[in-house]
């Protein structure tokens, strides 16, 4: 089974602090990106990458950053949180030709809270 | 652009009712369609998926059918279980980007 690991579960951080959220599958995929998921407004795009050390960004990528500096490897950094930076962070990863026929595998979701 | 609008929730039934969630889609090309799960405090999961018009999707019990003429991809089941409360994403992907779209979800809950 693919297996998309995100390191945290819940995260709480204060408003002006530096936020790493960090991915990782196992699968081999080039496809990676991070959503952001918000009631009411689904699942939207922050960023995603098409291999290593490449990088687009998505429909909301202000306050954001990526690194992605190993294939296996996908993080997401808040340069300085913010209180409208509080929700739901789902990283998901597929491969360049699976995306048609499998969507994409997400992890579990980091809910983080900036306060 | 392509876009996925799903009805709005919450949808509320009692155990054993029929589902229908709607969901509509505007896109250029041959998109896939899928629809995603999400149960409480976990991530998204793969429910049913459809690649091409006409097709059908299903899994433990949902169904959905690709309808290129009404641009939909509605899922139903013909009997829910409490099991089955949860949010629920319509997505779309195009060759030409690779990424997925998603609908703004749906929440079901069912009651026993």
């Known amino acids: 089974d693919v297996k998309v690991t995100q390191s945290s579960r819940y995260l709480v951080k204060r408003t002006g602090e530096k936020v790493f959220l960090e991915c990782v599958q196992d699968?081999?995929?080039?496809?990676m990106f991070w959503y952001r998921q918000d009631p009411g407004l689904g699942l939207r795009l922050i960023y995603f990458?098409?291999?290593?050390?490449?990088?687009e960004k998505g429909d909301i990528p202000e306050g954001y950053s990526v690194s992605r500096e190993k294939k296996e490897r996908f993080s997401l950094i808040l340069e300085s949180a913010s209180t409208n930076q509080t929700s739901m962070y789902l990283c998901?990863?597929?491969?360049?030709?699976?995306?048609?026929?499998?969507?994409?595998?997400f992890g579990q979701g980091t809910r983080l809270t900036v306060v | 652009g392509n876009s996925v609008t799903q009805m709005e929730g919450p949808v509320t039934l009692s155990e054993e009712a029929f589902l229908t969630i709607n969901c509509t889609y505007t896109?250029?090309?041959?998109?896939?369609l899928f629809w995603y799960v999400q149960y409480p405090g976990e991530g998204l999961q793969l429910l049913l998926k459809?690649?091409?018009?006409?097709d059908k999707g299903s899994n433990k019990g949902f169904e959905a059918t690709y309808r290129k003429e009404t641009t939909s991809f509605h899922l139903e089941k013909g009997s829910v279980q409490v099991s089955d409360s949860a949010v629920y994403f319509c997505?779309?992907?195009?060759?030409?980007?690779?990424?997925?779209?998603f609908g703004q979800g749906t929440t079901l809950q069912v009651k026993p």
């Open positions: 998901a990863s597929n491969s360049g030709t699976g995306i048609q026929l499998n969507g994409a595998f």
């Open positions: 699968m081999d995929h080039e496809n």
């Open positions: 990458s098409y291999d290593v050390k490449m990088k």
């Open positions: 896109a250029t090309g041959y998109p896939s």
């Open positions: 459809a690649t091409k018009a006409d």
């Open positions: 997505a779309l992907s195009s060759s030409n980007t690779g990424k997925l779209i």
